[in-house]
Structures are given as C-alpha cells and as structure tokens.
C-alpha cells in the first residue's frame, strides 16, 4: 500500500507555491496600478513625462479606442423571459422566406424579443442544428410526395 504522506507533502507545497505566486500577482499588479496612477496626475498636472511612459499612455488610449465599436450596448439586468424555439424557428422564417442576411435578422430578433445580440446568438448555437434538420428533411418528403390529381 502507498504511503500516502508524500503526496500530501506534495499538496502542501503546491498550495504555498500557489498563495505565493498569487501574492506576487496582487504586489506586481497594485504598483503598475499605483504607476499608470502616477502617470494620469503627472498628465493632468502638465508635467513632463518621460518617452516610454507617453507612449503607454498612448498606447492605452489606442486600445481604449479600438474598444469603441460604435453599437449601443443592450440593456443588461435579468433576461427576458420568452420561448427560446420560438425565436429560433423566427429566425429561419426570416433567412428563409423573408430573405434577410444573418445579421439583419439576428439584430432584428435582438430588437423583437428586447435581449442582447450575444443571446440570440447562444439561442440559435443550441436551436439551429434541429430546426434545420427538420426543415430540410420536410423539404426533401414534400418534394418527392406526389401531388394530388396527378
């Protein structure tokens, strides 16, 4: 039978190398915090700053901007409360027959139900596959069914 101390040795150690690397990560973060700080109020205060920390700031502000998309955000709170399928089936009557792209539709749905794009997306992810399936085999039985009188 294995002894079962050495392990427990070997969780310990990993547990204090774990609290460690996690205190390293909390030090190291709170000083480029207290740094980028420093920077704000040297930059608001017109002081000089030197190159390498004009260009983080500026780099920061590129990646602020590039976050800019331009879309109002949807509401967020507790989500609506409809029939998933429903919308799903909804979106396919739109591709389908209607002949809107994609995003139209999916914004429009968005807009119809009062929720988020990305949950009209996470409905469609786990809906599509089925209802596609079953549109496209009733297609294929309707179409070889012999019409009456003929």
């Known amino acids: 039978m294995k002894n079962p101390e050495p392990e427990n040795e070997m969780r310990r150690r990993h547990r ?3 609290e460690k690397a996690d205190a390293d990560y909390k030090r190291i973060s709170e000083q480029q915090k207290e740094w980028a700080y420093r920077i704000a109020a040297d930059i608001v205060e017109g002081k000089p700053i030197p190159m390498m920390e004009r260009k983080m700031a500026a780099g920061a502000l590129r990646l602020w901007a590039d976050g800019l998309d331009g879309i ?5 709170g507790k989500p ?7 919308l799903a089936w909804e979106y396919q009557r ?3 027959h209607v002949g809107l792209t994609d995003a139209t539709a999916k914004s429009r749905l968005a807009e119809e139900y009062e929720c988020s ?3 009209v997306r996470r409905i469609l992810r786990d809906y599509t596959d089925g209802i596609e399936a079953v549109l496209d085999g009733a297609t294929v039985i309707w179409a070889d ?3 009456k009188g003929k």
């Open 16 to 18: 204090e190398l774990q």
């Open 72 to 76: 109002r955000k949807k509401k967020q």
């Open 80 to 86: 609506a409360e409809f029939d998933h399928a429903a």
């Open 94 to 96: 739109l591709r389908r």
């Open 117 to 119: 794009d990305e949950m």
């Open 145 to 147: 069914r012999p019409t």
